[in-house]
């Protein structure tokens, strides 16, 4: 007799449909997830009507400020320029284009076709086929691009440009079949093993590419009647295209593979868990981190003479080893000139507006360092340095990067007004303003969503929400007060500067007493555990 196990005869059923394994898990969770289908339906009601008031609260805004803008030709102001510059159609296509390059850059880093966490845990390892487990995970983000990209064109070509209703709704058939098509061609390449990352760096090529149109048109002098016409062949030749491609992705869903699938479902949860809790930092730290190879370059560190210029390094390497945020720190240096180039929007709203919000993104961008060490305080508490001192050397980087903005920037509004030595001073002065803010906004703490409600024309919102998401913008607008003042008066005094340097003083002094969460949480041995009630 042999030592080996005798396992009696059985019948093997015939293996289920992926289909079937689909439709059972979704039973299962509805059974029990405890919600009706009234509930449904009285979410799908209120996000119908959330979605409405947004869209006409953009067509209002846009609409305004399409009124309130002069007419091309007739800006007063100083030209500087020899060129025939950009037109506000001009910038329209630009900013389309910019929005494709969006679309596929997040196919790339969201997979397109992905699965989550309990399904790549439950499905993947299933000997069944998958095109009947994938196939709602191919039409989820083409559905999600195609809406989302509808909208924002509609509202450009109604609010901005002012098109008729039937061009308006031709455009925005072919801008919705524009980015399904767009989505489905990155799921293409995912089924042929293309890496993701090669997809949303092309996605960011596309994007810069768009920067080149709005400069290249303001040289050029290009100015189109608006957004190119849509004719009804080609709304149907996008739509054989998308057809085309929804059969040859369907086809090619077995060659995915599971770790392609599993790495992009990783990234849209921790990406939908960031939307939900209004927390940009770890949704622009996923969206980065989903583009960057997997192995980086080792570095020898040789600047590193001690903990405050290893602080400042490492802040520096974080960010100089993203290709997108250099990208993005020169593409918001060059809003100031294409806003001095375009005559619709060259005047003091058109640059106080490009200056606040593109130096803010900029800052933000160089301040990635500090993003991080709020949620992952590794360096912060292992380095033999003070809470203080973290704070003061994280500024160093953002102060770095727009220091250089700065030059180019306010450059631009001084060559507009014929005095850049006057708006350089000017913005030298301010560059501790755009570090203090910035790291004031990435040490800010997790939303209150147990603090009461306030009613809003986009639905209740806690309290402590609005006051955590305004840190950083606040002390920015506050301490930019004398730029501002500048930027309507036309000209820069030399009191203004020495005002301007008092207040980026007063920034960086509270920025620095921004507690962090190991203050927070007590875990720092300079200040007391923080009192019940919530964080100063």
Same mark, same amino acid.
């Given at each position: 007799?042999?030592?080996?196990?005798?396992?009696?005869?059985?019948?093997?059923?015939?293996?289920?449909?992926?289909?079937?394994?689909?439709?059972?898990?979704?039973?299962?969770?509805?059974?029990?997830?405890?919600?009706?289908?009234?509930?449904?339906?009285?979410?799908?009601?209120?996000?119908?009507?959330?979605?409405?008031?947004?869209?006409?609260?953009?067509?209002?805004?846009?609409?305004?400020?399409?009124?309130?803008?002069?007419?091309?030709?007739?800006?007063?102001?100083?030209?500087?320029?020899?060129?025939?510059?950009?037109?506000?159609?001009?910038?329209?296509?630009?900013?389309?284009?910019?929005?494709?390059?969006?679309?596929?850059?997040?196919?790339?880093?969201?997979?397109?076709?992905?699965?989550?966490?309990?399904?790549?845990?439950?499905?993947?390892?299933?000997?069944?086929?998958?095109?009947?487990?994938?196939?709602?995970?191919?039409?989820?983000?083409?559905?999600?691009?195609?809406?989302?990209?509808?909208?924002?064109?509609?509202?450009?070509?109604? !609010?901005?440009?002012?098109?008729?209703?039937?061009?308006?709704?031709?455009?925005?058939?072919?801008?919705?079949?524009?980015?399904?098509?767009?989505?489905?061609?990155?799921?293409?390449?995912?089924?042929?093993?293309?890496?993701?990352?090669?997809?949303? +760096?092309?996605?960011?090529?596309?994007?810069?590419?768009?920067?080149?149109?709005?400069?290249?048109?303001?040289?050029?002098?290009?100015?189109?009647?608006?957004?190119?016409?849509?004719?009804?062949?080609?709304?149907?030749?996008?739509?054989?295209?998308?057809?085309?491609?929804?059969?040859?992705?369907?086809?090619?869903?077995?060659?995915?593979?599971?770790?392609?699938?599993?790495?992009?479902?990783?990234?849209?949860?921790?990406?939908?868990?960031?939307?939900?809790?209004?927390?940009?930092?770890?949704?622009?730290?996923?969206?980065?981190?989903?583009?960057?190879?997997?192995?980086?370059?080792?570095?020898?560190?040789?600047?590193?003479?001690?903990?405050?210029?290893?602080?400042?390094?490492?802040?520096?390497?974080?960010?100089?080893?993203?290709?997108?945020?250099?990208?993005?720190?020169?593409?918001?240096?060059?809003?100031?000139?294409?806003? !001095?180039?375009?005559?619709?929007?060259?005047?003091?709203?058109?640059?106080?507006?490009?200056?606040?919000?593109?130096?803010? +993104?900029?800052?933000?961008?160089?301040?990635?360092?500090?993003?991080?060490?709020?949620?992952?305080? =590794?360096?912060?508490?292992?380095?033999?340095?003070?809470?203080?001192?973290?704070?003061?050397?994280?500024? +160093?980087?953002?102060? =770095?990067?727009?220091?250089?903005?700065?030059?180019?920037?306010?450059?631009?509004?001084?060559?507009?007004?014929?005095?850049?030595?006057?708006?350089?001073?000017?913005?030298?002065?301010?560059?501790?303003?755009?570090?203090?803010?910035?790291?004031?906004?990435?040490?800010?703490?997790?939303?209150?969503?147990?603090?009461?409600?306030?009613?809003?024309?986009?639905?209740?919102?806690?309290?402590?929400?609005?006051?955590?998401?305004?840190?950083?913008?606040?002390?920015?607008?506050?301490?930019?007060?004398?730029?501002?003042?500048?930027?309507?008066? !036309?000209?820069?005094?030399?009191? =203004?500067?020495?005002?301007?340097?008092?207040?980026?003083?007063?920034?960086?002094?509270?920025?620095?007493?921004?507690?962090?969460?190991?203050?927070?949480?007590?875990?720092?041995?300079?200040?007391?555990?923080?009192?019940?009630?919530?964080?100063?």
């Amino acid at each position: 007799m042999s030592g080996a196990t005798e396992v009696g005869r059985f019948e093997v059923g015939e293996l289920p449909r992926g289909r079937s394994i689909r439709r059972f898990t979704s039973a299962t969770t509805n059974q029990r997830a405890g919600a009706g289908i009234g509930e449904l339906l009285g979410d799908v009601y209120y996000a119908a009507i959330m979605a409405a008031i947004g869209i006409g609260i953009a067509l209002g805004v846009t609409g305004t400020l399409r009124e309130a803008l002069p007419e091309a030709g007739s800006a007063s102001g100083p030209t500087v320029w020899s060129l025939p510059g950009l037109s506000l159609s001009a910038l329209v296509v630009a900013v389309v284009v910019g929005l494709a390059g969006v679309v596929l850059s997040l196919s790339g880093r969201l997979g397109p076709v992905s699965a989550g966490g309990p399904e790549a845990t439950w499905w993947l390892p299933l000997p069944v086929e998958r095109r009947g487990l994938l196939r709602p995970a191919v039409a989820r983000v083409p559905a999600g691009a195609a809406l989302v990209t509808g909208v924002v064109v509609g509202v450009l070509d109604a !609010g901005v440009l002012a098109a008729p209703g039937g061009r308006v709704l031709s455009t925005v058939l072919a801008a919705a079949l524009g980015a399904a098509v767009v989505v489905l061609g990155a799921s293409l390449a995912q089924t042929l093993d293309v890496s993701r990352r090669a997809t949303s +760096v092309a996605g960011d090529l596309v994007l810069a590419g768009a920067v080149v149109l709005a400069v290249a048109s303001g040289v050029a002098g290009w100015r189109p009647a608006g957004l190119p016409a849509v004719s009804p062949l080609t709304l149907v030749g996008l739509v054989a295209v998308a057809g085309a491609l929804v059969v040859a992705v369907d086809r090619r869903l077995e060659r995915i593979p599971s770790r392609s699938l599993r790495a992009g479902g990783a990234v849209a949860s921790q990406a939908v868990g960031a939307v939900v809790s209004l927390d940009t930092r770890e949704l622009g730290r996923v969206l980065t981190d989903a583009s960057l190879p997997r192995r980086r370059r080792a570095s020898r560190l040789r600047l590193v003479r001690g903990p405050s210029s290893a602080l400042v390094v490492a802040d520096a390497l974080v960010v100089l080893r993203s290709p997108r945020r250099l990208v993005l720190l020169l593409a918001t240096a060059l809003v100031p000139a294409l806003v !001095g180039t375009a005559p619709e929007l060259a005047g003091p709203v058109g640059f106080a507006i490009a200056l606040v919000v593109g130096g803010f +993104v900029a800052t933000t961008t160089a301040a990635e360092g500090a993003r991080r060490a709020e949620m992952a305080p =590794v360096l912060d508490r292992l380095l033999p340095l003070g809470a203080r001192d973290v704070r003061l050397l994280r500024m +160093v980087v953002p102060a =770095v990067a727009m220091a250089a903005w700065s030059l180019v920037a306010f450059g631009v509004v001084g060559l507009w007004h014929q005095d850049v030595p006057g708006w350089l001073a000017l913005g030298v002065a301010a560059v501790p303003v755009w570090a203090g803010a910035a790291v004031r906004a990435a040490y800010r703490p997790a939303p209150d969503w147990s603090a009461p409600l306030i009613a809003t024309p986009m639905g209740a919102i806690p309290t402590g929400v609005t006051s955590v998401l305004a840190r950083g913008p606040d002390v920015l607008v506050l301490g930019l007060v004398p730029v501002l003042v500048s930027v309507f008066l !036309g000209r820069v005094h030399p009191e =203004v500067v020495v005002v301007q340097t008092a207040l980026s003083l007063v920034v960086v002094a509270v920025a620095t007493s921004t507690r962090t969460l190991a203050e927070r949480l007590g875990l720092s041995g300079d200040t007391p555990p923080a009192p019940a009630g919530g964080a100063r």
